[in-house]
Protein backbone atom coordinates (compact mmCIF):
# COMPACT_ATOMS: atom_id res chain seq x y z
CA UNK A 1 0.00 0.00 0.00
CA UNK A 2 2.58 2.77 0.62
CA UNK A 3 4.42 1.47 -1.83
CA UNK A 4 1.42 1.95 -4.21
CA UNK A 5 1.14 5.38 -2.60
CA UNK A 6 4.20 6.88 -3.51
CA UNK A 7 4.02 5.07 -6.91
CA UNK A 8 0.66 7.62 -6.83
CA UNK A 9 2.88 10.55 -5.96
CA UNK A 10 4.86 9.74 -9.53
CA UNK A 11 2.00 9.10 -11.43
CA UNK A 12 0.17 12.91 -10.41
CA UNK A 13 3.64 14.39 -11.23
CA UNK A 14 3.71 12.70 -14.52
CA UNK A 15 0.43 13.45 -15.68
CA UNK A 16 1.15 17.05 -14.25
CA UNK A 17 4.11 16.84 -16.62
CA UNK A 18 1.94 15.43 -19.17
CA UNK A 19 -0.27 18.36 -18.51
CA UNK A 20 2.01 20.90 -19.09
CA UNK A 21 4.21 19.34 -21.99
CA UNK A 22 0.47 19.41 -24.07
CA UNK A 23 -0.05 23.40 -23.34
CA UNK A 24 3.56 24.10 -24.06
CA UNK A 25 3.62 22.20 -26.96
CA UNK A 26 -0.03 23.56 -27.96
CA UNK A 27 1.57 27.73 -27.60
CA UNK A 28 4.83 26.30 -29.33
CA UNK A 29 3.03 24.93 -32.10
CA UNK A 30 3.11 26.53 -35.37
CA UNK A 31 -0.11 26.85 -37.52
CA UNK A 32 -0.99 24.36 -39.90
CA UNK A 33 -1.07 25.24 -43.42
CA UNK A 34 -4.35 23.93 -44.28
CA UNK A 35 -5.34 24.98 -47.55
CA UNK A 36 -4.00 27.23 -50.01
CA UNK A 37 -5.72 28.63 -53.63
CA UNK A 38 -3.97 30.52 -56.23
CA UNK A 39 -5.43 32.20 -59.16
CA UNK A 40 -4.88 35.01 -61.43
CA UNK A 41 -7.19 38.20 -61.74
CA UNK A 42 -6.64 40.16 -64.83
CA UNK A 43 -6.55 44.04 -64.68
CA UNK A 44 -8.92 45.29 -66.99
CA UNK A 45 -11.09 48.66 -67.33
CA UNK A 46 -13.97 46.25 -64.74
CA UNK A 47 -11.80 46.75 -61.93
CA UNK A 48 -12.76 50.71 -62.08
CA UNK A 49 -10.35 53.38 -61.43
CA UNK A 50 -8.48 55.09 -58.32
CA UNK A 51 -9.03 58.44 -58.73
CA UNK A 52 -6.13 59.64 -56.46
CA UNK A 53 -3.85 57.62 -58.04
CA UNK A 54 -5.34 58.89 -61.21
CA UNK A 55 -5.13 62.36 -60.22
CA UNK A 56 -1.23 61.78 -58.59
CA UNK A 57 -0.04 60.38 -62.21
CA UNK A 58 -2.04 62.97 -64.29
CA UNK A 59 1.06 65.84 -64.47
CA UNK A 60 3.38 63.15 -65.03
CA UNK A 61 1.73 62.35 -68.02
CA UNK A 62 0.89 65.52 -69.20
CA UNK A 63 4.31 66.78 -69.30
CA UNK A 64 6.07 63.59 -71.31
CA UNK A 65 2.85 64.08 -73.46
CA UNK A 66 3.65 67.58 -74.38
CA UNK A 67 7.25 67.13 -74.71
CA UNK A 68 7.31 63.48 -76.66
CA UNK A 69 4.39 65.34 -79.18
CA UNK A 70 6.58 68.07 -80.08
CA UNK A 71 7.58 68.23 -83.58
CA UNK A 72 11.16 67.68 -84.46
CA UNK A 73 10.40 67.31 -88.19
CA UNK A 74 8.84 66.16 -91.13
CA UNK A 75 9.58 62.65 -93.04
CA UNK A 76 7.88 62.50 -96.42
CA UNK A 77 7.85 58.52 -96.60
CA UNK A 78 7.09 55.88 -94.22
CA UNK A 79 10.60 54.04 -93.87
CA UNK A 80 10.10 50.13 -92.74
CA UNK A 81 12.59 47.90 -91.43
CA UNK A 82 10.71 45.06 -93.56
CA UNK A 83 11.53 46.28 -97.03
CA UNK A 84 14.53 45.28 -98.05
CA UNK A 85 16.55 42.33 -98.45
CA UNK A 86 20.35 43.43 -97.32
CA UNK A 87 19.47 46.86 -96.74
CA UNK A 88 16.68 48.83 -95.78
CA UNK A 89 15.75 52.85 -95.72
CA UNK A 90 15.59 53.16 -91.84
CA UNK A 91 18.31 51.37 -91.03
CA UNK A 92 20.79 52.48 -93.31
CA UNK A 93 19.68 56.20 -91.72
CA UNK A 94 19.96 54.92 -88.27
CA UNK A 95 23.97 53.74 -88.87
CA UNK A 96 24.55 56.87 -90.93
CA UNK A 97 23.45 59.01 -88.02
CA UNK A 98 25.32 57.02 -85.66
CA UNK A 99 28.48 56.89 -87.49
CA UNK A 100 28.02 60.92 -88.33
CA UNK A 101 26.84 61.84 -84.86
CA UNK A 102 28.99 59.62 -83.10
CA UNK A 103 31.58 60.70 -84.89
CA UNK A 104 31.98 64.49 -83.31
CA UNK A 105 32.19 62.95 -80.14
CA UNK A 106 34.73 60.87 -80.95
CA UNK A 107 36.67 62.75 -82.43
CA UNK A 108 36.54 65.48 -80.09
CA UNK A 109 37.57 63.03 -77.63
CA UNK A 110 39.99 60.73 -79.14
CA UNK A 111 41.21 62.65 -82.59
CA UNK A 112 40.15 59.61 -83.92
CA UNK A 113 37.46 58.85 -87.15
CA UNK A 114 34.79 56.42 -86.95
CA UNK A 115 35.50 54.00 -89.92
CA UNK A 116 31.70 52.24 -90.33
CA UNK A 117 28.56 51.51 -87.65
CA UNK A 118 26.91 48.49 -87.41
CA UNK A 119 23.67 48.21 -85.92
CA UNK A 120 21.31 45.08 -85.63
CA UNK A 121 18.26 44.81 -87.48
CA UNK A 122 16.02 43.91 -84.44
CA UNK A 123 16.91 46.97 -82.67
CA UNK A 124 14.77 48.75 -84.96
CA UNK A 125 11.93 48.67 -82.82
CA UNK A 126 9.24 50.93 -84.58
CA UNK A 127 8.66 52.11 -87.80
CA UNK A 128 9.30 55.64 -88.92
CA UNK A 129 6.10 57.12 -90.02
CA UNK A 130 5.44 59.92 -93.15
CA UNK A 131 4.47 62.99 -91.60
CA UNK A 132 5.37 64.73 -88.31
CA UNK A 133 8.47 63.22 -86.38
CA UNK A 134 8.41 64.33 -82.89
CA UNK A 135 10.57 62.41 -79.68
CA UNK A 136 7.81 59.94 -79.24
CA UNK A 137 8.72 58.73 -82.98
CA UNK A 138 12.33 58.34 -81.62
CA UNK A 139 11.38 56.61 -78.23
CA UNK A 140 8.98 54.47 -79.94
CA UNK A 141 12.10 53.24 -82.84
CA UNK A 142 14.69 53.18 -79.78
CA UNK A 143 13.03 52.21 -76.46
CA UNK A 144 16.36 50.83 -75.02
CA UNK A 145 18.66 52.98 -73.07
CA UNK A 146 21.79 51.76 -75.30
CA UNK A 147 24.58 53.55 -75.68
CA UNK A 148 27.23 54.24 -78.96
CA UNK A 149 30.56 52.43 -78.07
CA UNK A 150 33.15 52.58 -80.68
CA UNK A 151 35.71 49.46 -80.77
CA UNK A 152 38.96 48.87 -82.63
CA UNK A 153 38.96 46.01 -84.11
CA UNK A 154 41.29 44.52 -86.35
CA UNK A 155 41.04 43.78 -90.24
CA UNK A 156 40.50 39.89 -89.63
CA UNK A 157 37.10 40.93 -87.58
CA UNK A 158 35.62 42.89 -90.78
CA UNK A 159 35.22 39.96 -92.79
CA UNK A 160 33.58 38.33 -89.35
CA UNK A 161 31.01 41.03 -89.69
CA UNK A 162 30.36 40.30 -93.35
CA UNK A 163 30.56 36.62 -92.82
CA UNK A 164 27.95 37.67 -89.89
CA UNK A 165 25.65 39.98 -91.97
CA UNK A 166 25.16 36.82 -94.77
CA UNK A 167 25.01 33.86 -92.22
CA UNK A 168 22.41 35.70 -90.70
CA UNK A 169 20.60 36.92 -93.80
CA UNK A 170 19.15 40.27 -92.24
CA UNK A 171 18.95 43.46 -93.25
CA UNK A 172 21.58 44.72 -90.67
CA UNK A 173 22.31 48.01 -90.08
CA UNK A 174 25.42 49.21 -91.98
CA UNK A 175 27.60 52.62 -92.62
CA UNK A 176 31.09 53.31 -94.09
CA UNK A 177 30.78 49.71 -95.66
CA UNK A 178 30.22 48.03 -98.32
CA UNK A 179 30.88 44.66 -99.95
CA UNK A 180 29.07 41.82 -102.78
CA UNK A 181 28.11 38.42 -101.64
CA UNK A 182 29.82 36.22 -103.65
CA UNK A 183 27.98 32.62 -105.41
CA UNK A 184 29.43 30.89 -103.14
CA UNK A 185 28.22 32.67 -100.51
CA UNK A 186 31.35 34.73 -99.14
CA UNK A 187 31.91 38.31 -99.13
CA UNK A 188 34.21 39.85 -101.88
CA UNK A 189 34.74 44.09 -102.85
CA UNK A 190 34.48 44.93 -98.97
CA UNK A 191 35.52 48.45 -98.99
CA UNK A 192 35.69 50.71 -95.76
CA UNK A 193 35.16 54.21 -96.37
CA UNK A 194 35.50 53.40 -100.32
CA UNK A 195 38.97 52.00 -99.91
CA UNK A 196 39.73 48.21 -99.71
CA UNK A 197 39.60 45.89 -96.25
CA UNK A 198 43.14 45.89 -95.28
CA UNK A 199 43.83 43.23 -92.89
CA UNK A 200 46.54 44.45 -91.02
CA UNK A 201 44.76 48.27 -90.41
CA UNK A 202 42.80 48.33 -86.84
CA UNK A 203 39.20 50.06 -87.98
CA UNK A 204 37.30 52.19 -85.25
CA UNK A 205 33.90 50.68 -85.30
CA UNK A 206 30.47 52.27 -83.65
CA UNK A 207 27.86 49.85 -82.06
CA UNK A 208 25.82 49.92 -79.50
CA UNK A 209 26.55 48.39 -76.07
CA UNK A 210 24.05 45.88 -76.00
CA UNK A 211 26.02 44.26 -79.47
CA UNK A 212 29.59 45.39 -78.17
CA UNK A 213 28.58 43.26 -75.20
CA UNK A 214 28.21 39.68 -77.61
CA UNK A 215 24.21 40.47 -77.92
CA UNK A 216 22.71 38.95 -81.01
CA UNK A 217 25.78 36.46 -81.33
CA UNK A 218 28.54 39.28 -82.54
CA UNK A 219 31.23 37.67 -81.11
CA UNK A 220 33.45 39.43 -82.85
CA UNK A 221 33.50 42.51 -80.91
CA UNK A 222 34.70 40.34 -78.32
CA UNK A 223 38.02 40.56 -80.55
CA UNK A 224 38.23 44.33 -80.22
CA UNK A 225 41.36 45.84 -78.93
CA UNK A 226 40.10 49.21 -77.47
CA UNK A 227 36.60 50.07 -76.23
CA UNK A 228 35.18 53.49 -76.26
CA UNK A 229 31.94 54.23 -74.48
CA UNK A 230 30.51 57.35 -75.87
CA UNK A 231 27.84 58.11 -73.00
CA UNK A 232 25.75 59.14 -76.18
CA UNK A 233 22.14 57.08 -76.09
CA UNK A 234 21.28 55.72 -79.21
CA UNK A 235 17.48 57.53 -79.17
CA UNK A 236 19.52 60.90 -78.39
CA UNK A 237 21.34 60.47 -81.61
CA UNK A 238 18.20 59.84 -83.34
CA UNK A 239 16.44 63.10 -81.68
CA UNK A 240 19.51 65.53 -82.31
CA UNK A 241 18.96 64.34 -85.87
CA UNK A 242 15.50 64.86 -85.95
CA UNK A 243 16.28 68.33 -84.39
CA UNK A 244 19.00 69.31 -86.65
CA UNK A 245 16.78 68.32 -89.77
CA UNK A 246 14.07 70.04 -91.54
CA UNK A 247 13.07 67.23 -93.61
CA UNK A 248 14.84 63.48 -92.82
CA UNK A 249 16.31 62.23 -95.95
CA UNK A 250 16.31 58.31 -96.33
CA UNK A 251 19.40 56.99 -97.57
CA UNK A 252 18.95 55.03 -100.88
CA UNK A 253 22.93 53.84 -101.50
CA UNK A 254 23.19 50.36 -102.01
CA UNK A 255 25.62 48.99 -99.29
CA UNK A 256 25.19 45.29 -100.01
CA UNK A 257 25.06 43.69 -103.52
CA UNK A 258 24.30 40.03 -104.43
CA UNK A 259 26.83 38.86 -107.12
CA UNK B 1 -5.80 -3.98 -8.85
CA UNK B 2 -6.91 -0.75 -6.93
CA UNK B 3 -3.20 0.62 -9.22
CA UNK B 4 -4.74 -0.72 -12.26
CA UNK B 5 -8.01 1.75 -11.59
CA UNK B 6 -5.85 4.52 -10.42
CA UNK B 7 -4.22 4.59 -14.01
CA UNK B 8 -6.79 4.23 -15.43
CA UNK B 9 -8.61 7.24 -14.12
CA UNK B 10 -5.52 8.90 -14.80
CA UNK B 11 -5.18 8.43 -18.35
CA UNK B 12 -8.98 8.96 -18.92
CA UNK B 13 -8.57 12.46 -16.42
CA UNK B 14 -5.08 13.12 -19.06
CA UNK B 15 -7.07 12.10 -22.24
CA UNK B 16 -10.13 14.51 -20.73
CA UNK B 17 -7.04 17.51 -19.77
CA UNK B 18 -6.07 17.29 -22.91
CA UNK B 19 -9.55 16.95 -25.19
CA UNK B 20 -10.63 20.31 -22.75
CA UNK B 21 -7.43 22.23 -24.39
CA UNK B 22 -8.15 20.92 -27.46
CA UNK B 23 -11.66 22.44 -27.68
CA UNK B 24 -10.29 25.45 -25.99
CA UNK B 25 -7.39 26.62 -27.50
CA UNK B 26 -7.54 24.37 -30.71
CA UNK B 27 -11.02 25.25 -31.55
CA UNK B 28 -12.31 25.79 -34.82
CA UNK B 29 -12.71 29.63 -34.62
CA UNK B 30 -9.08 29.52 -35.15
CA UNK B 31 -8.85 29.62 -38.41
CA UNK B 32 -6.33 32.54 -40.62
CA UNK B 33 -6.73 33.55 -43.73
CA UNK B 34 -3.78 35.69 -45.64
CA UNK B 35 -3.66 36.55 -48.92
CA UNK B 36 -1.30 37.22 -50.89
CA UNK B 37 -1.16 39.75 -54.06
CA UNK B 38 1.94 39.95 -56.53
CA UNK B 39 3.35 41.26 -59.49
CA UNK B 40 6.43 40.97 -61.39
CA UNK B 41 8.26 42.90 -64.58
CA UNK B 42 5.75 46.16 -64.67
CA UNK B 43 8.18 47.54 -66.62
CA UNK B 44 6.81 51.07 -65.85
CA UNK B 45 3.83 50.62 -67.34
CA UNK B 46 1.94 52.80 -65.57
CA UNK B 47 -0.72 53.51 -68.43
CA UNK B 48 -3.23 50.62 -69.55
CA UNK B 49 -2.20 49.63 -72.99
CA UNK B 50 -4.28 51.86 -75.60
CA UNK B 51 -6.86 50.33 -77.28
CA UNK B 52 -5.61 49.94 -80.41
CA UNK B 53 -2.52 47.95 -78.82
CA UNK B 54 -1.93 44.46 -81.00
CA UNK B 55 -1.20 42.48 -78.21
CA UNK B 56 -2.25 43.82 -75.01
CA UNK B 57 -5.27 46.46 -76.02
CA UNK B 58 -6.69 48.11 -72.83
CA UNK B 59 -5.26 45.79 -70.31
CA UNK B 60 -3.59 46.65 -67.07
CA UNK B 61 -2.74 50.21 -65.36
CA UNK B 62 -1.70 51.18 -62.08
CA UNK B 63 -4.86 53.28 -61.37
CA UNK B 64 -6.99 49.78 -62.11
CA UNK B 65 -4.58 47.87 -60.30
CA UNK B 66 -5.01 49.72 -56.89
CA UNK B 67 -8.72 49.44 -57.00
CA UNK B 68 -8.35 45.70 -57.52
CA UNK B 69 -5.97 45.79 -54.36
CA UNK B 70 -8.20 47.66 -52.52
CA UNK B 71 -11.52 45.72 -53.28
CA UNK B 72 -9.17 42.79 -52.05
CA UNK B 73 -8.28 44.46 -49.01
CA UNK B 74 -11.69 44.85 -48.36
CA UNK B 75 -12.43 41.59 -48.39
CA UNK B 76 -9.66 40.30 -46.47
CA UNK B 77 -7.40 43.05 -44.42
CA UNK B 78 -5.05 40.26 -43.58
CA UNK B 79 -2.37 40.91 -47.21
CA UNK B 80 0.92 41.18 -48.20
CA UNK B 81 1.80 42.84 -51.50
CA UNK B 82 4.93 41.85 -53.15
CA UNK B 83 6.65 42.67 -56.58
CA UNK B 84 9.20 40.19 -58.08
CA UNK B 85 11.32 42.93 -59.59
CA UNK B 86 11.71 44.86 -62.69
CA UNK B 87 9.73 47.54 -61.63
CA UNK B 88 11.64 49.93 -63.91
CA UNK B 89 12.31 50.44 -67.79
CA UNK B 90 9.69 50.25 -70.53
CA UNK B 91 7.95 53.40 -70.88
CA UNK B 92 8.71 57.18 -71.13
CA UNK B 93 7.56 57.50 -67.51
CA UNK B 94 11.19 55.62 -66.75
CA UNK B 95 13.52 58.12 -69.17
CA UNK B 96 11.94 61.07 -67.97
CA UNK B 97 11.45 60.31 -64.17
CA UNK B 98 14.08 57.74 -63.50
CA UNK B 99 11.88 55.54 -61.60
CA UNK B 100 10.01 58.15 -58.98
CA UNK B 101 6.68 57.80 -60.10
CA UNK B 102 6.84 53.97 -59.87
CA UNK B 103 7.87 53.90 -56.24
CA UNK B 104 5.70 56.47 -55.99
CA UNK B 105 2.75 54.66 -56.93
CA UNK B 106 3.63 51.35 -55.38
CA UNK B 107 3.76 53.08 -51.96
CA UNK B 108 0.45 54.54 -52.44
CA UNK B 109 -1.00 50.90 -53.14
CA UNK B 110 0.99 49.93 -50.21
CA UNK B 111 3.37 47.57 -51.48
CA UNK B 112 4.92 45.48 -48.32
CA UNK B 113 8.15 44.33 -50.48
CA UNK B 114 10.09 43.99 -53.92
CA UNK B 115 13.04 42.32 -54.72
CA UNK B 116 15.05 43.55 -57.41
CA UNK B 117 15.01 42.47 -61.00
CA UNK B 118 17.98 43.07 -63.79
CA UNK B 119 16.34 46.27 -65.22
CA UNK B 120 16.12 47.84 -62.05
CA UNK B 121 19.87 48.27 -62.43
CA UNK B 122 19.35 50.26 -66.21
CA UNK B 123 20.31 53.57 -64.25
CA UNK B 124 22.57 51.89 -62.35
CA UNK B 125 23.18 51.97 -58.39
CA UNK B 126 23.27 55.28 -58.36
CA UNK B 127 20.06 55.58 -60.09
CA UNK B 128 18.31 53.21 -58.17
CA UNK B 129 19.64 54.36 -54.54
CA UNK B 130 18.55 58.21 -55.94
CA UNK B 131 15.21 56.51 -55.89
CA UNK B 132 14.83 54.79 -52.99
CA UNK B 133 13.25 57.96 -50.44
CA UNK B 134 10.48 57.45 -52.93
CA UNK B 135 9.98 53.82 -51.84
CA UNK B 136 7.86 53.22 -48.39
CA UNK B 137 8.41 49.29 -49.26
CA UNK B 138 11.48 46.89 -48.64
CA UNK B 139 13.65 45.66 -50.95
CA UNK B 140 14.95 42.56 -50.43
CA UNK B 141 17.89 40.01 -51.56
CA UNK B 142 19.54 37.78 -50.10
CA UNK B 143 22.02 37.07 -52.71
CA UNK B 144 23.17 40.59 -54.19
CA UNK B 145 26.17 41.68 -51.92
CA UNK B 146 26.15 45.41 -52.04
CA UNK B 147 28.62 45.87 -49.31
CA UNK B 148 31.18 47.81 -51.73
CA UNK B 149 28.53 50.04 -53.25
CA UNK B 150 26.17 52.74 -52.80
CA UNK B 151 23.23 50.21 -51.90
CA UNK B 152 25.18 49.17 -49.06
CA UNK B 153 22.35 48.75 -46.05
CA UNK B 154 19.46 49.85 -48.18
CA UNK B 155 18.42 45.97 -49.30
CA UNK B 156 17.23 43.25 -46.83
CA UNK B 157 18.33 39.54 -46.89
CA UNK B 158 15.08 38.91 -45.61
CA UNK B 159 11.98 40.42 -43.77
CA UNK B 160 9.62 39.21 -41.07
CA UNK B 161 5.94 40.11 -41.61
CA UNK B 162 3.89 38.98 -38.46
CA UNK B 163 -0.03 39.10 -40.53
CA UNK B 164 -2.35 38.73 -37.50
CA UNK B 165 -0.61 35.79 -35.44
CA UNK B 166 0.74 34.40 -39.08
CA UNK B 167 4.66 34.48 -39.10
CA UNK B 168 5.74 35.08 -42.59
CA UNK B 169 9.66 34.87 -43.25
CA UNK B 170 10.58 36.62 -47.32
CA UNK B 171 13.51 36.63 -49.03
CA UNK B 172 14.84 37.27 -52.01
CA UNK B 173 17.49 35.79 -55.15
CA UNK B 174 18.34 37.79 -58.12
CA UNK B 175 19.37 36.50 -61.40
CA UNK B 176 23.09 36.15 -62.55
CA UNK B 177 24.58 40.18 -63.41
CA UNK B 178 27.43 39.51 -65.49
CA UNK B 179 26.74 39.29 -69.41
CA UNK B 180 22.85 40.76 -68.26
CA UNK B 181 23.60 43.76 -66.76
CA UNK B 182 26.66 46.09 -67.79
CA UNK B 183 29.26 46.12 -65.70
CA UNK B 184 29.15 50.20 -65.17
CA UNK B 185 25.79 49.68 -63.97
CA UNK B 186 25.85 47.25 -61.26
CA UNK B 187 29.60 47.75 -60.47
CA UNK B 188 30.76 45.83 -57.25
CA UNK B 189 27.32 44.11 -56.57
CA UNK B 190 28.53 40.33 -56.35
CA UNK B 191 25.82 37.91 -57.16
CA UNK B 192 25.91 34.49 -54.92
CA UNK B 193 24.63 31.69 -55.80
CA UNK B 194 20.59 31.42 -55.19
CA UNK B 195 20.56 28.12 -53.85
CA UNK B 196 23.49 27.75 -50.87
CA UNK B 197 21.62 31.49 -50.06
CA UNK B 198 18.26 29.77 -49.98
CA UNK B 199 19.65 26.92 -47.69
CA UNK B 200 20.79 29.79 -45.13
CA UNK B 201 17.76 31.46 -45.27
CA UNK B 202 15.46 28.65 -45.26
CA UNK B 203 17.34 27.39 -42.18
CA UNK B 204 16.47 30.92 -40.60
CA UNK B 205 13.50 31.50 -41.65
CA UNK B 206 12.01 28.02 -40.68
CA UNK B 207 13.74 26.45 -38.20
CA UNK B 208 15.08 29.22 -36.47
CA UNK B 209 12.80 31.58 -36.52
CA UNK B 210 9.92 29.29 -36.84
CA UNK B 211 7.99 31.06 -39.46
CA UNK B 212 4.47 29.50 -40.73
CA UNK B 213 5.22 30.09 -44.52
CA UNK B 214 7.88 31.34 -45.98
CA UNK B 215 8.10 33.39 -49.70
CA UNK B 216 10.87 33.89 -52.05
CA UNK B 217 10.58 36.36 -54.25
CA UNK B 218 12.63 35.21 -56.93
CA UNK B 219 13.94 37.40 -60.77
CA UNK B 220 15.22 34.17 -61.78
CA UNK B 221 13.14 33.46 -64.32
CA UNK B 222 10.48 30.67 -64.55
CA UNK B 223 12.66 28.35 -67.13
CA UNK B 224 15.12 28.17 -69.51
CA UNK B 225 14.50 25.64 -72.65
CA UNK B 226 17.41 26.54 -74.44
CA UNK B 227 19.42 26.51 -71.58
CA UNK B 228 18.27 23.60 -68.95
CA UNK B 229 21.82 24.28 -66.86
CA UNK B 230 20.51 27.77 -66.10
CA UNK B 231 19.09 28.03 -62.26
CA UNK B 232 15.50 28.90 -62.97
CA UNK B 233 12.84 29.04 -60.31
CA UNK B 234 11.49 25.13 -61.36
CA UNK B 235 14.92 24.02 -60.74
CA UNK B 236 15.45 26.13 -57.52
CA UNK B 237 12.22 24.92 -56.39
CA UNK B 238 13.26 20.92 -56.67
CA UNK B 239 17.06 22.46 -55.27
CA UNK B 240 15.73 23.82 -52.12
CA UNK B 241 13.04 22.77 -49.07
CA UNK B 242 10.91 24.57 -46.46
CA UNK B 243 9.71 27.21 -49.17
CA UNK B 244 6.07 27.41 -49.72
CA UNK B 245 5.49 29.64 -52.28
CA UNK B 246 8.13 31.45 -55.38
CA UNK B 247 6.51 34.27 -56.84
CA UNK B 248 9.30 34.68 -59.86
CA UNK B 249 9.95 37.01 -62.60
CA UNK B 250 12.18 38.19 -65.54
CA UNK B 251 10.89 35.47 -68.33
CA UNK B 252 7.50 37.75 -68.76
CA UNK B 253 6.13 33.82 -68.33
CA UNK B 254 2.41 33.59 -68.63
CA UNK B 255 1.27 30.71 -66.70
CA UNK B 256 -2.55 29.30 -66.94
CA UNK B 257 -2.39 28.52 -62.93
CA UNK B 258 0.57 28.20 -60.62
CA UNK B 259 2.93 25.21 -60.72
CA UNK B 260 3.27 23.05 -58.00
CA UNK B 261 6.57 21.43 -57.83
CA UNK B 262 8.06 18.83 -55.64
CA UNK B 263 11.26 20.33 -53.39
CA UNK B 264 14.31 18.51 -52.17
CA UNK B 265 12.23 17.12 -49.00
CA UNK B 266 9.61 15.88 -51.50
CA UNK B 267 7.44 19.00 -50.25
CA UNK B 268 4.85 20.76 -52.84
CA UNK B 269 6.05 24.07 -53.15
CA UNK B 270 4.21 26.74 -55.19
CA UNK B 271 5.91 28.45 -58.66
CA UNK B 272 3.79 31.52 -59.71
CA UNK B 273 4.79 34.20 -62.48
CA UNK B 274 1.82 36.68 -64.04
CA UNK B 275 3.26 37.91 -67.24
CA UNK B 276 4.55 41.11 -67.31
CA UNK B 277 3.68 45.04 -67.55
CA UNK B 278 0.58 44.87 -64.93
CA UNK B 279 -1.89 42.90 -66.92
CA UNK B 280 -2.48 40.73 -64.37
CA UNK B 281 -2.21 40.51 -60.54
CA UNK B 282 -1.28 37.20 -58.97
CA UNK B 283 -3.83 36.09 -55.45
CA UNK B 284 -2.20 33.27 -53.62
CA UNK B 285 -4.48 32.26 -50.50
CA UNK B 286 -3.28 30.56 -47.19
CA UNK B 287 -5.67 29.05 -44.76
CA UNK B 288 -3.80 27.91 -41.71
CA UNK B 289 -5.49 26.37 -38.51
CA UNK B 290 -4.26 24.54 -35.45
CA UNK B 291 -6.53 21.63 -35.36
CA UNK B 292 -3.90 18.57 -34.23
CA UNK B 293 -6.15 16.38 -36.44
CA UNK B 294 -4.58 18.10 -39.44
CA UNK B 295 -0.59 18.00 -38.49
CA UNK B 296 -0.12 15.20 -40.65
CA UNK B 297 -2.73 15.80 -43.43
CA UNK B 298 -0.60 17.95 -45.37
CA UNK B 299 -2.24 20.76 -47.42
CA UNK B 300 -4.66 21.17 -49.87
CA UNK B 301 -3.69 23.03 -53.24
CA UNK B 302 -6.49 24.63 -55.23
CA UNK B 303 -4.90 26.11 -58.37
Redesign the interface.
Known amino acids: MAKLKKYNGFLKLFVIFLTLFSIFSCSQKNYNLNKIEGKQLPVTENAGETATIEAFIKPYRDHINQDLDNVLAYCPETLDKSTGKWQTSIGSLLADICLQRGNLVFKAREKKDIDLCLLNHGGIRAILPKGNVTTRTAFEIMPFENNLVVIALKGEQILDIAAYIIKEKKPQPLSGMTFTIAKDNTAKNIMVQGKPLDLNKTYYVATNDYLANGGDSMTFFAKGTEKFDLNYKLRNVLIDYFKEVDTVVAPKNVRITEE | M??RE??EK?AA??AL??LG?SLS??GTND??HLTILHTNDVHSH???FPADDPRNP???????????I??IRKENPNLLLLDAGDIF??T??F???GGE?EF??MS??KYDASTIGNHDF??GLDGLYAQLPHATFDFINSNYDFKNTVMDGHVKPYKIFNKN???VGVFGVGIELQ?LV?K?LYLETVYNNPVEIAQDMTKLLKQEQ?C??VICLSHLGYKYKDDPEKISDLKFAEQTQDI?LIIGGHTHTF?D??TVVKNKAGKDV?V?Q?GCY???????????????A??N?G?????
Open positions: KRFITSTLSLSFIKIDPNKGGVSRRAALESQGPYNYYLKLMMDNGIKGDKKDLDLKPLNVGINLGRIDFYFDKDKHTQTTIVV
